[in-house]
């Protein structure tokens, strides 16, 4: 039984995309990086973050500093940001079900908050790293806080980044398909579960019962 469902935040709670997108492209047409188009965006989709990067340009080494640089950004955005289909509905019914959550996310805590407040919902659990490929180490950290162990949660996120940082913490993870990866990026990562819909997780947590 899961004691914790532990959400990713851009991608698979709030549907950022279109900010993402607007803020890189600013930054590329500073930078001299090659733009996200509506022509590029689905292959884009399909591929790992070296291969992204090597399309558009950016050095792979410069990527967290262009990262931090968004998040940074990111926060005028937030009062535009809204929960992707059917996940204000989902929280709302793991709170009444007695199910905690928390949110673990390579965005800024700060904007995270923000954000829930916003939404009138309160969320006491936010783990956040500057760093891309640090959630294996967030995820361990959060186990140890909440004195779990790693079969004791599971993890939702929308990208194969989150599915590599699961299985090193020994973590079962859900990929939402409505997300920034598509199924031709996570394919080969092979997630636990794969969820559709966010009605989804609730039949999944009543399984584990």
Known sequence: MYKYIVFDFDGTLVDSR???LMLYNELATKHGYTQMTSENLEQLRGL???ERCKILKVPLYKLPFLAAEIIKK???SIP???????IKEMLESMAAGGMPYAVLSSNSKSNIQEFFALQGIAVTDIYT???????DTMLKKFLKDK???ASEILYLGDEARDIIACKKAGVKIAWVIW???SYAAIQSHSPDYIINHPSELLNLILRQE
């Open 18 to 20: 279109g900010i993402f």
């Open 48 to 50: 790992s973050i070296s």
């Open 74 to 76: 990111y926060k005028a």
């Open 80 to 86: 535009a940001l809204q929960f992707n289909v059917g």
């Open 129 to 135: 790293s500057g760093k891309i490929f640090g959630k």
């Open 147 to 149: 004195s779990l162990t």
């Open 179 to 181: 997300g920034y990866d």
